[in-house]
Antibody, heavy 124, light 109 residues
Framework: EVQLVESGGGLVQPGRSLRLSCAAS????????MHWVRQVPGKGLEWVSG????????GHAVSVQGRFAISRDNAKNSLFLQMNSLRAEDTALYYC?????????????????WGQGTMVTVSS | EIVLTQSPGTLSLSPGERATLSCRAS???????LAWYQQKPGQAPRLLIF???TRATGIPDRFSGSGSGTDFTLTISRLEPEDFGVYYC??????????FGGGTKVEIK
């Protein structure tokens, strides 16, 4: 059974940094692309970042480009999101999601498994 | 960036009725790389349809997807009580920039 467990969320001041982690199990992690998706409570979904199976292809939403960086450690079956220069509008529940495919050559696919999310609150 | 517009915002229906949800893209979605997700309160989204019309593993055949280009539809042939929730479309044809629609809430009438 696929399991994705996010951690690292919390309350942080504007302008500060935070690093989210996602621990994966139940599948061959290094075969699949992975993503971060966020959701403001009561609002819709927003794709944040995606990374191919080997980290060779990455993408970030325009709203986070230059501030957020996605990475992965295949030896540890882990996905990360480094969030810098945080703003109030980054406040959301952050989900880790598994891609249906490998993501090679920037070819992402739909997301067939999701974690339960970790909440990030940016406030002074 | 491809903008996805979902309509209607809310659909009020009774169990047993047919639900038709629309997703319109601001530009052509390459190779019909469009997915549909269902989300219930307090839960993570669940993949229903990918490639515009392929049901994901374990999804009942009352769910069907259709469309191409800029216009896509999710149809639920006969609503079951567990089908009520919010439905999102997502395009992944413009990789690596993926986008979601704003969602359609299907509620009990």
């Amino acid at each position: 059974e696929v399991q994705l467990v996010e951690s690292g969320g919390g309350l942080v001041q504007p302008g500060r940094s935070l690093r989210l982690s996602c621990a994966a199990s139940g599948f061959t992690f290094n075969d699949y692309a992975m993503h971060w998706v966020r959701q403001v409570p009561g609002k819709g979904l927003e794709w944040v970042s995606g990374i191919s199976w080997n980290g060779g292809s990455m993408g970030h939403a325009v709203s986070v480009q230059g501030r957020f960086a996605i990475s992965r450690d295949n030896a540890k079956n882990s996905l990360f999101l480094q969030m810098n220069s945080l703003r109030a509008e980054d406040t959301a529940l952050y989900y880790c999601a598994k891609d249906l495919g490998s993501g090679s050559y920037f070819a992402f696919d739909a997301f067939d498994s999701w974690g339960q999310g970790t909440m990030v609150t940016v406030s002074s | 960036e491809i903008v996805l517009t979902q309509s209607p915002g809310t659909l009020s229906l009774s169990p047993g009725e047919r639900a038709t949800l629309s997703c319109r893209a601001s530009q052509t979605v390459r190779s019909s790389f469009l997915a549909w997700y269902q989300q219930k309160p307090g839960q993570a989204p669940r993949l229903l349809i990918f490639g515009a019309s392929t049901r994901a593993t374990g999804i009942p055949d009352r769910f069907s997807g259709s469309g191409s280009g800029t216009d896509f539809t999710l149809t639920i042939s006969r609503l079951e009580p567990e089908d009520f929730g919010v439905y999102y479309c997502q395009q992944y044809g413009n990789s690596p920039l993926l986008t979601f629609g704003g969602g359609t809430k299907v509620e009990i009438k």
